[in-house]
């Protein structure tokens, strides 16, 4: 069975902070997503990545292949991170992008 | 661009009832996913078509659910009869080619409460 593992389940911080999550998974992709979703619901999708790291604002996230390992880091992290980031990972061949997603970690930023 | 558009955003229904979710995807998008996210399962794949042909319906919990997709613009997903164990928000995405290096939209979601 494909898995994909988040950790940490829950994470409060102080505004400003530097915050990490994490997420393995246990057989090789094709890629990597990272995917945000506010208290309202929507989802929306932050990175996706098959190798190295990306930038987008105070938003990084980098990928190890070989380790099968990714992380996403906020800087100067603001209460309005708040929110639920999920991990997702898609395979190869011909599974036409379809999703395995971890449980999700659950920010919370304090001001 | 609208984004992708799903419909009705709050379903109460009662057991035993029907009930059909759609889905407009962005134009130009050949693949589609129907998701569903619950407290206990998180977010679960239920289906999905490249260029309007299901791919793969092994998420499909049960024979009472069924989805389809016409054409290019438009898809639904139909649960026949509805237990109160259905109730959870679904969500449709899609995306450019379909490829597993391509990025999924997601629609706003359609809440279901099944009494």
């Known amino acids: 069975k494909n898995e994909v593992e988040q950790s940490p389940q829950n994470l409060t911080a102080q505004e400003g902070e530097f915050i990490t999550i994490n997420c393995s998974y246990s057989?090789?992709?094709?890629?990597l997503h990272w995917l945000q979703q506010h208290p309202g619901g929507g989802i929306v999708s932050l990175f996706m990545?098959?190798?190295g790291k990306k930038k987008h604002g105070r938003l990084i996230a980098t990928i190890n292949i070989q380790e099968k390992h990714s992380s996403l880091h906020i800087t100067a992290s603001h209460p309005r991170d708040s929110a639920v980031y999920i991990c997702a990972v898609s395979f190869g061949g011909t599974s036409y992008g379809k999703l395995t997603f971890g449980q999700g970690t659950i920010l919370t930023v304090h001001p | 661009d609208a984004g992708v558009i799903q419909s009705p955003r709050h379903e109460v229904t009662e057991m035993g009832q029907e009930v059909t979710l759609r889905c407009k995807p962005i134009s130009g998008h050949n693949s589609l996913f129907w998701y569903r996210q619950t407290m206990m399962r998180g977010l679960e794949l239920l289906i999905y078509f490249n260029n309007n042909v299901p791919i793969d319906d092994s998420g499909m919990p049960e024979d009472r659910f069924s989805a389809k997709m016409p054409n290019a613009s438009f898809s639904t997903l139909k649960i026949q009869p509805s237990e109160p164990r259905d109730s959870a928000v679904y969500f449709c995405?899609?995306?450019?080619?379909?490829?597993?290096?391509?990025?999924?939209?997601f629609g706003p979601g359609t809440r279901l409460t099944v009494l």
């Open positions: 995405a899609s995306s450019g080619n379909g490829g597993p290096r391509n990025e999924q939209f």
């Open positions: 057989v090789g992709i094709s890629a």
């Open positions: 990545l098959s190798s």
